[in-house]
């Protein structure tokens, strides 16, 4: 089969507003696509754990063999709004959901840990944190795509300064939304029941992602 040559992927964790970023791309005039191929890319959380070398995971409707993108971007989102979202996306059907069981396969093989031996908070900062790095470790940025609020100069640096759209306002949809799409609120979460919850090996990386927002929001 012939490669289909994919502008980009940014990739990041689930919960953390990849639609949104997929539609702030198109209103800048590209058609990027959410968690499929468009034109000049995708937005997705599962191919973060495409690019992980032996531990690929390999169904076939995620990983057609004519994707062939190239990875240049790691979204997040304020960890204190998407950790509560996170928790309950994990808990869906008591963990027996694709997004949780994929996670926390990926998560085994490369940190060695164990979702579900955790708590529900506990699992769901775990995930964020070490998926975020997963990310973080194959993306070009130095610094991560703030879905809230991504900087338009950005993203032209991203894509070699070739489109014309710097200081181009962006208005994020609000959508899909946890209670939309579970059926339920997200958990009312402070910022210190999260880090308490965080496995202390991994607090240094929650702090960095933390501070992203407490410099910038």
């Known amino acids: 089969m012939k490669s289909i040559q994919v502008g980009f992927a940014i990739v990041g964790h689930p919960r953390c507003g990849s639609r949104s970023l997929a539609t702030a791309f198109g209103q800048l005039g590209l058609k990027v696509g959410h968690e499929k191929l468009e034109r ?56 027996k959901n694709n997004s949780y069981q994929f ?6 093989k490369e940190f060695d840990v164990d979702l ?14 070490l998926w975020n790095d997963l990310a973080a470790k194959i993306s070009d940025l130095d610094q991560p795509i703030l879905v809230e609020r991504p900087d338009t100069r950005q ?5 070699g300064g070739a489109l014309p759209f710097t200081g181009k306002e962006i208005k994020l949809p609000r959508e899909n939304t946890t209670a939309r799409k ?13 880090i308490d919850a965080t496995p202390e090996a991994f607090r240094p990386r929650l702090d960095y992602y933390l501070s992203l927002y407490d410099f910038l929001m």
């Open 40 to 95: 000049d890319g995708i937005v997705s959380w599962w191919n973060t754990a495409r690019y992980q070398g032996d531990h690929s995971f390999k169904d076939p409707r995620l990983y057609p063999s004519e994707f062939t993108s190239r990875v240049i971007g790691h979204y997040i989102r304020n960890p204190i709004d998407a950790i509560p979202s996170i928790l309950i996306e994990n808990q869906f059907r008591e963990r």
């Open 103 to 108: 996670r926390q396969w990926i998560l085994s």
């Open 116 to 129: 579900d031996e955790m708590s529900p908070l506990t699992a769901a900062a775990t995930s964020f944190v």
């Open 155 to 159: 993203l032209q640096a991203m894509l």
């Open 182 to 194: 579970f059926g339920v609120d997200k958990w009312e979460t402070s910022r210190e029941d999260i």
